[in-house]
């Protein structure tokens, strides 16, 4: 939830499917109110892969897609939101980023507003730059890959979270007229599922 609130505080967002994944986080997976995790099954060797191109897999012979969404309704009975989100999770597609950029525009469509969306991958510093290489002398730094990207979009301030206090370079936008500011969620951090499905029930007659 706090990088919901950090995204309706913006004018646009820019998700990172270019940088790698790596287990542990959120990539694939959210935890529900309970404490128990929704895990999307990659199949192996999938870590430091470019996030666009991680594939999903079957390790057992169940059927994940049917029981992530049977947890879903358990949770959240049958609503429209649930619905949507199980319809999407059981499409057969074979990448990741499919699968998580279409649950986004869920939460986008109903949570966000009119916060416009670009992807790292469509963008110049995000594609054509060098993103990964042996020379590390080749790699450009992370605080001028996005402060690339942010110009490119005709942004003038770039919404950090607090973590880019410990890495961020900010000469990189101020050398483009860019101020860097950095967010503070407040407040808990809950199942985006369970804010969605309050938010749908007090405004539904």
């Known amino acids: 939830m706090s990088v919901i609130s ?49 594939q999903i897999g079957s390790p057992t012979k169940t059927n994940w897609r049917e029981a992530l969404c049977q947890q879903i309704r358990m949770h959240w009975g049958e609503s429209e939101i649930v619905e949507d989100v199980c319809d999407e999770i059981e499409r057969p597609r074979g990448l990741l980023v499919g699968l998580n950029f279409a649950l986004l525009e869920i939460v986008m469509r109903e949570y966000c507003g009119f916060v416009k969306q670009e992807r790292q991958s469509t963008l110049d510093a995000g594609s054509a730059v060098v993103a990964e290489s042996e020379d590390p002398e080749e790699l450009l730094p992370i605080s001028d890959r996005l402060a690339m990207m942010v110009a490119e979009l005709g942004g003038d301030i770039y919404l950090s979270g607090q973590s880019g206090l410990n890495y961020l370079n900010e000469e990189p936008f101020h050398e483009r007229g860019i101020e860097v500011t950095y967010w503070e969620h407040s407040g808990q951090n809950v199942c985006i599922l369970d804010t969605l499905s309050r938010v749908k029930e007090a405004v539904t007659p």
């Open 6 to 54: 950090k995204i309706r505080a913006a004018d646009f967002v820019v998700w990172l499917d270019t940088v790698q994944y790596t287990k542990g986080g959120f990539t694939n997976r959210n935890r529900l109110p309970n404490g128990s995790w929704l895990t999307v099954p990659l199949l192996k060797h999938q870590t430091f892969r470019r996030i666009n191109a991680v």
